[in-house]
């Protein structure tokens, strides 16, 4: 659609940040191939994230996600890419993606993230370690990543947008527009 997009449009950014779905709306708008690399995981591992983190360990399972995203790096397919919320701190993953994609970081307050967290059925277990409060312990992971997300080239808050005016900001970012 514009040259200057890359083979691959990655989106990353903090849980609940709506990844999955604004990356599904842009592989709609695009006409491309929509991954979940959470989801490649899951099916690779034969069980749940949470499960992986519980029986596994989370090294396990930032190995099993490494793995995952070198794979999908080194496929010349064009694809809209959806990260998990830890993949673009480890800078091997980084690398990879940020060769073949355009890196698109989702952000959102952290009272939004918790009021979206709370109301999801997805189990997310880094927001579960320690003792602290929801939004305390949001706010305090997204500090530790602050610098890793920093290095997406193009950041959009969806606090307050619907998913499709998400999915057009990006669009109109990438093509310069805005
Ligand atoms: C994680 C985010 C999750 C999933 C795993 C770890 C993280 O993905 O990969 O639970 O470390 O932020 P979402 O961002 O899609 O929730």
């Not at 919320?85 to 480890?90: C, H, I, Q």
């Given at each position: 659609m514009n040259a200057a997009i890359k083979p691959k449009l990655v989106l990353t950014g903090f849980?609940?940040?709506g990844k999955s779905a604004v990356g599904r709306a842009l592989a709609a708008r695009l006409n491309r191939r929509f991954i979940d690399s959470d989801q490649e995981i899951v099916a690779r591992a034969g069980k749940s994230i949470a499960r992986i983190f519980a029986e596994d360990g989370e090294a396990a399972f930032r190995a099993l996600e490494q793995e995952i995203i070198a794979e999908l790096a080194a496929s010349p397919e064009a694809a809209v890419i959806a990260t998990g919320?830890?993949?673009?701190?480890?800078d091997a993953n980084y690398a990879a993606l940020s060769r073949v994609g355009t890196l698109v970081c989702l952000v959102a307050r952290p009272e939004v993230i918790a009021r979206r967290v709370a109301a999801s059925n997805v189990a997310r277990p880094k927001l579960m370690?320690?003792?602290?409060a929801l939004e305390e312990r949001i706010a305090q992971l997204m500090e530790e990543r602050k610098t890793a997300y920093a290095r997406a080239e193009i950041t959009v808050d969806t606090s307050d947008l619907p998913v499709g005016r998400v999915a057009d900001r990006v669009l109109r970012r990438l093509q310069g527009k805005e």
């Open positions: 849980m609940a940040t919320g830890g993949a673009l701190v480890d370690q320690g003792e602290m």
